[in-house]
């Protein structure tokens, strides 16, 4: 499986970031969870949230008032919106597929850089 991250790299302070992981090789509507997770400069990856197979979807407690997170079944792609963001949010984010929710992700994205600034 091939899991592909794309959106702007640059955002501006109070809008919506967007983003898109594309998969090819695995349809994303017959199994796993299907996973977003940042990495912000000098720090620790985060669990942002995911979406299961059947549309189900789980966040982090921290950032569920903000983030989205969406699917395009024809297009095997699905998506992560993030409301209001700040500089804060600047990160590496990557997509990647684990084989239940909360479990070590066996395949992954090459990751995206997002800057937040005006």
């Known amino acids: 499986v091939q899991l592909q991250e794309s959106g702007p790299g640059l955002v501006k302070p109070s809008q919506t970031l967007s983003l898109t992981c594309t998969v090819s090789?695995?349809?994303?509507?017959?199994?796993?969870?299907w996973n977003w997770i940042r990495q912000p400069p000098g720090k620790g990856q985060e669990w942002m949230g995911a979406?299961?197979?059947?549309?189900?979807?789980d966040y982090r407690p921290s950032l569920k008032s903000r983030t989205s997170i969406s699917r395009d079944t024809t297009k095997n792609q699905f998506t992560l919106q993030l409301s209001s963001v700040t500089p804060e949010d600047t990160a590496v984010y990557y997509c990647?597929?684990?084989?239940?929710?909360?479990?070590?992700?066996?395949?992954g994205g090459q990751g995206t850089q997002v800057t937040v600034s005006s």
């Open positions: 990647a597929r684990s084989p239940t929710l909360g479990s070590a992700c066996d395949d």
């Open positions: 979406i299961h197979y059947s549309g189900n979807t």
């Open positions: 090789g695995d349809p994303i509507t017959t199994a796993y969870w």
